[in-house]
């Protein structure tokens, strides 16, 4: 028998393209609300450069944008970061407002570790302002410029905490929403019953239940989540 639903047993997601990240779509509660509210407090940050730490999928871009849109913040991509950048950035007459994403990508690189270094001084220098991302606290970056890694430790750092009950459910259906998929309340709760507690386990999950539904041209039901989650589980033998 194929898999059907009734209309009236279906959650209906809006339809995106793709991932939204403004204030509206960012998902608030006990694990970010604290991350959350250091945003709002800009422009009255008690240093002025903040890390802004926690696990893939947790939301660090998405505050990183909320934090820009607020303040007006310009995104600086890892690649550019070289000590040459403060002639760019120094000629400017408004003190540099800077969000870097996934700034411990810079360890390993000596001239991003330098340029970093340099920005740091500059942005505290000139009254500035500057987020950064990253998976862990910059004590554990591993970072050869001792300078840099010493301002970074002195730095704030707000963490993102892992996901309870209620932001697993709506991470969940915003992953589905943002693939623009229909799935059933059934199946919601099965999976939530089931999948690891971790924001990542959510994003790699709906990303699989796509690409399996496409590729069977099968509507997600709960026996296609099985399904997934019986061939997640023989990978991690």
Excluded at 17 to 36: C, K, T, W
Excluded at 59 to 81: D, F
Excluded at 192 to 200: C, D, F, G, Q
Aim: glycine share 6%.
């Amino acid at each position: 028998m194929a898999d059907t639903i009734s209309a009236a047993d279906q959650i209906a997601l809006p339809l995106e393209n793709a991932p939204r990240f403004g204030r509206d779509d960012y998902m608030v509660g006990a694990s970010n609300e604290a991350a959350l509210a250091w945003c709002d407090r800009w422009p009255d940050w008690p240093a002025p450069v903040i890390v802004l730490v926690g696990p893939p999928g947790a939301g660090k871009s998405h505050l990183l944008t909320i934090w820009q849109q607020q303040s007006g913040a310009e995104n600086l991509p890892v690649e550019k970061l070289a000590p040459d950048l403060i002639a760019e950035i120094g000629g400017r007459e408004q003190p540099p407002l800077l969000a870097i994403d996934q700034a411990d990508r810079i360890v390993g690189d000596p001239v991003a570790e330098e340029g970093l270094f340099h920005l740091f001084n500059h942005v505290r220098a000139e009254g500035g302002s500057m987020l950064l991302t990253a998976a862990q606290q910059p004590a554990r970056w591993g970072l050869a410029l001792p300078d840099l890694e010493s301002r970074l430790k002195a730095s704030p750092v707000i963490t993102l905490a892992a996901p309870d009950d209620a932001m697993m459910a709506a991470l969940l259906v915003k992953q589905l929403a943002d693939r623009q998929l229909i799935v059933g309340q059934e199946v919601v709760d099965y999976l939530l019953a089931r999948v690891e507690r971790s924001y990542a386990a959510i994003r790699d999950l709906v990303a699989a239940l796509d690409q399996l539904s496409l590729a069977k041209h099968r509507r997600i039901t709960v026996p296609l989540a099985r399904e997934i989650l019986n061939e997640q589980d023989q990978s991690l033998f």
